[in-house]
């Protein structure tokens, strides 16, 4: 199986522009995590989807951060306008069932430096 | 709402020396425990969890936790480090609610 796949692996971009992040979870799992990464933050919860439909948006920053996931196997986080304060890590996660018992599998993450 | 506390923000121990990363949290009903490892410029991965039954999870490179009911923690321990270990480790609950993790522990494993 090849994981979790996250695309760019590395994204650099300047003030105002939209970015889009992509996340391709394992096949098979039916729910998927985004997540951000800062050494101020710490690892931060997103969104998280299951069987395709957003549960918990909570985490989402602001309304310049939205995520869609149209099938089981691609989703995309979007950053419109992006901000130098958006620079982080971002990952993806995928579960078989979305349950807090199962395993959460992570991608290797897309570094984004927003200058 | 559940928490996870990870009270140190690094800990270091000589090569071969045994270690210790302390977790505790805080969750209504029974919790469900994981603890993950991140090594520089990759994603988390899964070392063990503790779901129900035996108190002492054995994981993957040689880790183990030993769940707390009573002191709420559930510390992750390996006899023998190695300098390969050195890594960020994750404590994680899981609820009803979603999994929540901690801030992280960075172990440094002396030569």
């Known amino acids: 199986d090849a994981g979790v796949i996250q695309s760019p692996r590395h994204e650099v971009t300047e003030m105002g522009q939209e970015v889009t992040l992509r996340c391709k979870p394992i096949s098979g799992h039916n729910s998927l995590f985004w997540y951000r990464q800062t050494m101020m933050r710490g690892l931060e919860l997103l969104i998280y989807?299951?069987?395709?439909?957003?549960?918990?948006d909570s985490g989402m920053p602001e309304d310049r951060f939205s995520a869609k996931m149209p099938n089981a196997s691609f989703s995309t986080l979007k950053i419109q306008p992006s901000e130098p304060r958006d620079s982080a890590v971002y990952f993806c996660a995928s579960t078989t069932s979305g349950f807090s018992t199962d395993t959460q599998y992570f991608g290797p993450g897309t570094r984004l430096t927003v200058l | 709402a559940q928490s996870v506390a990870q009270p140190e923000d690094q800990v270091n121990v000589a090569e071969g020396n045994p270690l210790t990363v302390k977790c505790t949290y805080s969750v209504s009903g029974n919790p469900y425990l994981f603890w993950y490892v991140q090594y520089p410029n990759r994603g988390l991965q899964f070392l063990l969890k503790?779901?129900?039954?035996?108190?002492l999870v054995k994981g993957s490179y040689g880790f183990e936790a030993e769940f707390n009911k009573s002191q709420t923690s559930f510390h992750l321990k390996k006899p023998s480090a190695l300098v390969s270990d050195s890594a960020l480790y994750f404590c994680?609950?899981?609820?009803?609610?979603?999994?929540?993790f901690g801030t992280g522990t960075k172990l440094q494993v002396i030569p």
């Open positions: 503790y779901i129900t039954g035996d108190n």
């Open positions: 994680a609950v899981g609820g009803y609610q979603k999994v929540t």
């Open positions: 989807f299951n069987n395709n439909v957003p549960i918990d």
